[in-house]
């Protein structure tokens, strides 16, 4: 005899789209189906989300009152000792997270101000992110602190006020787990009645499609750029035709597929929004690294250097960009514009330390062009021409015009008229120090003059005959730099 069918288990079916469903006449059926079927999603969708915050309510306070039994137990052991250790090291991280807040609520301030918006409301705990264990037992000692009289202290009271107070936070927190657990109870018993497709349906298998983006060009440095050149200089050179008809191949290729660090510095500083700017780091997620951000801060330097502040600022803004993304590790391009989207805060938070770093850029620049101006033109101007001799023995013959006879210079034949001519241009230091005969005074006077002053003087001498050495003349224009 054939087993009768049970259709019980279909009891539990919620239906939405039930022909046989009854509304009022001034109601539309349609409607009322799909309204009702907006409801049962959302009563399931609430139903999991309530399930999945009990059980990690749970799984935080049962860690919880662990921590807190093993600060009990030190008390029933009657290790004083370790316990005031911890409890000093709990306030100190409590003391510590206290001013990190403080701080940055400071800073937020500071910046939205800077940036001429209305002060946002004071961030709560709970915008900072989940609370950590060590958080939640650091608040929990600076609770039972603050509930220590002088009465208590003075009475030598404090382990015992410590143990009566932790008992009756872990008791009232055991309440909460219980309390957590019925409740999940309730809520997975009430999902398992409803019987829906995620119930009784698995997944037989799965696929994916990831579409590939773009290869992303690679960054060559300067050095290797020089290096396929002088490779391919090589390949043309030789005598095969077929190297000849490789060569210019492979150079078209290399000019297409690879781009100089100082291509992409130029490309990415001149990006000037951030769609732009995420755009460009997708196509080229190399650039994404501390090297190429330190260049564009020598940019943003030397372009302050020039005076060009808009163009320093945001190269300033591109390079912090990358430095971000780099920090953030293998998701950091992701995580960076996702924050800075959806966070005022993040967006003020980085914006005053891209005008912060600027203006220590500014400062430097400023330091280093007022030295620039205060240098004397001598030290920059001044190139030193020496004298040397092949032969330091060799005689020094120094042939000066006769000056003392009073001879006016028409009466001159043109060769002695040009002579003396050449004798008067000379500077008066220099006069003195031919007429002293010495090598080392006539380099000393050398010593003195700038360097196209001290080339004509040269020029001058040569042209005159006023000093003819016995041997080689040797003019070294970096004798004094040597000597130094």
Known sequence: ??????????????????????????????????????????????????????????????????????????LKQKDAPTFLALVQKLQAHAEARQKAQADQEKATAKAVDEEGAATPAPSSSSDQGPLSIEDMMAGLIMNIQGQLTPEIIQSGRVLGTYEQLLA??????????????????????????????????????????????????PIIRPSETQEEEEEEEKKEEAPSSKAASAAPSTSTKSK???????????????????????????????????????????????????????????????????????????????LFFMRYRQDPRAQA???????????????????????????????????????????????????????????????LTPEDRHVRELYESLPDHFQAALQTGKLEKVNESFAKMPGAEAERVLQACTEGGFISIAGEMIVDPDEKENAK
Request: net charge negative; glycine share 4%.
């Open 168 to 217: 009756e936070h872990h008791q009232r927190l055991a309440d909460q787990v219980s309390k957590a657990r019925a409740e999940l109870g309730k809520q997975e018993r009430e999902k398992r009645n409803k019987l829906s497709t995620d119930a009784l349906c698995r997944p037989g298998f799965d696929k994916s499609s990831v579409n590939k983006g773009a290869t992303p060009v």
């Open 1 to 74: 005899m054939a087993r009768p069918l049970n259709y019980s288990k279909w009891d539990n079916i919620e239906l939405s789209d039930d022909d046989e469903v009854e509304v009022h006449p001034n109601v539309d059926k349609q409607s009322f189906i799909r309204w009702r079927q907006q409801a049962i999603h959302r009563e399931r969708q609430e139903r999991d989300f309530k399930i999945e915050n009990l059980n990690h309510q749970i799984a935080y306070q049962t860690e919880l009152l662990g921590e807190i039994a093993k600060l009990q137990d030190m």
């Open 256 to 334: 297409t597929t690879t781009q100089t660090i100082e291509q992409i510095v130029e490309e990415f500083t001149a990006l000037k929004d951030m769609p732009s700017t995420v755009g460009y780091i997708s196509k080229h997620p190399n650039i994404v690294d501390e090297s190429i951000s330190d260049e564009i801060l020598v940019k943003a330097f030397e372009a302050q250097m020039k005076g060009d502040t808009a163009v320093a600022q945001r190269a300033v803004h591109q390079a912090l960009l990358l430095q971000y993304c780099a920090r953030l590790g293998r998701d950091g391009v992701s």
């Open 349 to 411: 938070m980085f914006q005053a330390e891209v005008r912060s770093m600027h203006q220590r850029i500014v400062e430097r620049s400023r330091v280093l062009l007022e030295q620039r101006r205060n240098q004397t033109p001598a030290a920059e101007d001044i190139e030193s021409i020496q004298l040397q001799c092949d032969d330091p023995d060799a005689p020094i013959e120094i042939q000066i015009p006769d000056l003392a006879a009073d001879i006016p210079l028409d009466q």
